[in-house]
Structures are given as C-alpha cells and as structure tokens.
C-alpha cells in the first residue's frame, strides 16, 4: 500500500512508519522536518494548508497534534487541519485514520480531551476510522512516557495518587501495529476502536512499573492526594504547570475507562506484558531468562556466577522452545536461597513443579562443566584438615534439616514463589 503519515517523527508515527516500511508499504511522511531517507517527504505543519496529495494514497494516517500550548486557538488550528486533510482523502478516495486519544469526550476536562472529541465527530461523519490508544510507553522515552520515566529516574519517591486512577497500557509497537491492521483492512468504517490492557491499572502500580521494570532502581511510594496536586496546580498557574507536565498529568486522572478487548478481538491483536515491554527492547523475556539463570546459578554455586554461565543457561532454554521465566517472584531474585523451599520431591514432583525440576538440571549440567562447579562439586584446590572437613560435614547436615523443616512449615509460602508472577497476572 502507499500511505501517508501525519507526525511520522514523532514518538508513535516512527514506529508505524518504520513498520510499514519493513511491511513493504510505500510510506510518505507529512511532516515539518524531512523524515527518514527511506522514505518521502511531504512538508506539512498543522498551522498550515493541507498538503496536496500525492497520486495513489490509500490510506491517511493522522498522527500529528498539538500538545505544547492547550489554548482553544491552537484547537481551533488542529480541528481546522483536521477538515482539510479528509477533504484531502476524499478527493483521492483514499481512508482516513485518526489517532485520537483516550482523553476524547464531548465534556473532557482538558482542551487536549475535547480537541480530540470534535476531530472525531467530523472523521466519522466522512467515513473515517477512529484509534483510541490507552496509556503509550515503551521505545524510546518521549511523549508522557518520556516525561514519566524522567521523573522516576529523577526522584527517589513514587506519587501514589489518592484516589488513585487507572490507566490501560499499551506498547508503543503494538499500537503500530494495531493501527497498520486498520490501514490494511476495507472492512472498518466510521467506527472507534480502544486499543489497551483489557483491565485498567492503578497508575502508581505502572510507575512501578518504570521504576523495576525500566530504571530498574528501588523507589519509595509517598501517598498524594489529588487535592493536594490541584492546589499546587492553582499555585503555579496554568503555563507553568503545562511547562513542568503537571497538565498532562491530571488528563489521567480523569480518564474514563475504555472497552478494548473488543477492538483487539477484532484486529486479531496480543498485547505484550508490561513488565516485558518495559525493557528497552520491547522484549523482557530474554532479561527473564537471564534473571532465572542467576538464581538458580547462584542456588547451585553458593556465590553470583559468572556472565558466561548465565548466557549459557538463557541460550539452553531458547533453544529448547522455552523463552519465558519459570521464576519470576523479586524475593526470589535478592535472596537464592529460598530456592531451597521449592527443592524438595514434594514442590518439584506437581505438575506446575515440574517445569522447575528440568530448568534446575538444564543449570546443574550448566554449573557442574565449569571451574567453578568443579569447585564446588568436587572440591577441586581445596586442602582441609579432617577436624574441619567433619565440622563442615556437620553444620551442612544440619543446614539440611533446618531446611527441610522449613520447607514443611512454609509450604504455602513455597507455593506462592512459583504462582502468580507480575507478568502473568498482566497477560
């Protein structure tokens, strides 16, 4: 297909551009400033006449807006641009799609909100499709994301908002590709699709988020109540808190919540979790890996193993089919030798402890070739005297049982540390 892409250098318009192009899709990009060389060039500002469009377009992608001032001057601007660019399509019969906003009502709070609201009203009216994407995040840090990541990475505390309001993450990909399935189908017409998580999560649960699962730093959670926020909202007036994100920020706290597994149903597509989509690459499930081998690594060897073992474990597992951690639980990862509660015939023999028994002999045949398995297998460089080598026999036997005993006694415990991961409860 030939598409034309409005805002394609921003945050969510480079990825659908560098997806469609990878699809073998012609894309022009509709923007202020030349955009890959790939790719041609349209210039187009908001602020501007509608650009004439070049012959053979069958779909438009809208993705440009104007989120620096929030005056009704500049929604005025966009509403207008927006009419200009369907009078565009329709005299080329091409579709029209637009990335509207979750924030979208008739009677929203924000200018931003209500802006996306009227744009709607009239791509429906012509026969256009409607996006509604949740909360973005993931690639690079821009947008609210962006804005997000820096203040966690920034501060040592999390706001945990009071009351606290929900959001529906989705992946900044896979919203790419939710909306290049719309631009690849005929069969949608004046209709709105929500495109998120199915169930909204609290916003100080997807700060988090960031902070394990990006930052990847300990950050301390400090209840803030919503007045609070709005007082010093009223404090600072309305440039000001524009200019330090404080506007962007109260949109999440009206935001009502979306519909979407309907409209992901429909367009056949699978949100990543968010903990995986976290990471940089989009892709926790390798970091996943990488965290089960420490453990178990670290369980065996009774000291932190080496990088070389660790990338062995994850290639084994990937090679074997299996790309996604079986240990998952964070009180796990900072303390290995709770291992020991799920070592025992009575966890590893059920069928959800058995996935565990073959990753702990895929990481025992791992640990037992190295130097530093035969170290700790073998006794290999180490000279004892008897008396101590029977003491040490000694306090290992009764490490043994002191163990044993409380695996027995926190079985229920044991059992929590294989169920329920972050990650699966988001799937």
């Known amino acids: 297909m030939k598409l034309l892409i409005t805002g394609a250098t921003g945050y969510i318009g480079q990825r659908v551009s560098t997806l469609a192009a990878a699809r073998g899709h012609e894309v022009v990009c509709a923007t ?83 802006t996306k609201w009227r744009i709607e009203q009239h791509v429906l009216a012509a026969g256009g499709t409607v996006i509604r994407p949740g909360q973005v995040y993931g690639g690079p840090e821009r947008g609210l994301f962006g804005l997000l990541s820096g203040l966690v990475r920034r501060s040592p505390f999390i706001p945990i908002l009071m009351p606290a309001p929900g959001v529906q993450p989705i992946h900044v990909d896979d919203l790419a590709a939710s909306i290049l399935a719309v631009a690849e189908r005929d069969d949608l017409h004046a209709e709105v699709l929500n495109l998120g998580a199915v169930r909204p999560i609290a916003f100080g649960h997807f700060l988090r988020s960031i902070a394990t699962h990006r930052v990847r730093a300990t950050r301390l959670p400090i209840p803030l109540p919503v007045p609070l926020l709005r007082l010093l909202r009223r404090s600072l007036g309305r440039s000001l808190s524009t200019k330090l994100g404080l506007e962007r920020i109260f949109s999440l706290i009206h935001l009502p919540p979306m519909d979407s597994e309907r409209s992901l149903q429909k367009l056949g597509i699978q949100l990543r979790p ?18 089960e081998a420490a453990v178990l690594l670290n369980y065996l060897l009774k000291r932190p193993p080496p990088r070389s073992l660790v990338s062995r474990y994850a290639r084994a597992l990937e090679r074997a089919g299996k790309t996604r951690a ?22 590893l023999r059920k069928p959800d402890g058995q996935e565990l028994a073959w990753r702990l002999q895929v990481a025992l045949a791992i640990a037992e070739a190295s130097p530093q398995g035969a170290q700790v297998f073998l006794g290999v460089h180490r000279s004892r005297r008897p008396v101590v080598t029977l003491v040490a026999l000694g306090l290992t036997a009764v490490k043994a049982l002191v163990w044993q005993l409380a695996a027995l006694s926190c079985r229920s415990f044991a059992r929590q540390l294989l169920l329920g991961s972050e990650a699966r409860r988001e799937t």
């Open 32 to 114: 202020r400033q030349p955009g890959p060389a790939s790719s041609a060039w349209l210039p187009y500002d908001l602020r501007g006449p509608a650009p004439a469009c070049p012959a053979g377009i069958q779909a438009l992608i809208h993705l440009a807006a104007d989120t620096s001032t929030g005056t009704d001057a500049s929604a005025d601007n966009e509403i207008n641009a927006a009419q200009a660019l369907i009078q565009c399509v329709q005299q080329g019969s091409a579709r029209f799609i637009f990335i509207s906003s979750q924030t979208a009502e008739a009677m929203a709070p924000s200018i931003y909100g209500r």
């Open 274 to 291: 968010l903990a995986h989509g976290m990471h940089r690459s989009g892709h926790g499930q390798r970091r996943g890996l990488l965290q």
């Open 326 to 347: 079986v240990i998952q639980s964070p009180l796990m990862t900072g303390w290995p030798i709770l291992l020991t509660l799920l070592d025992t015939p009575g966890v």
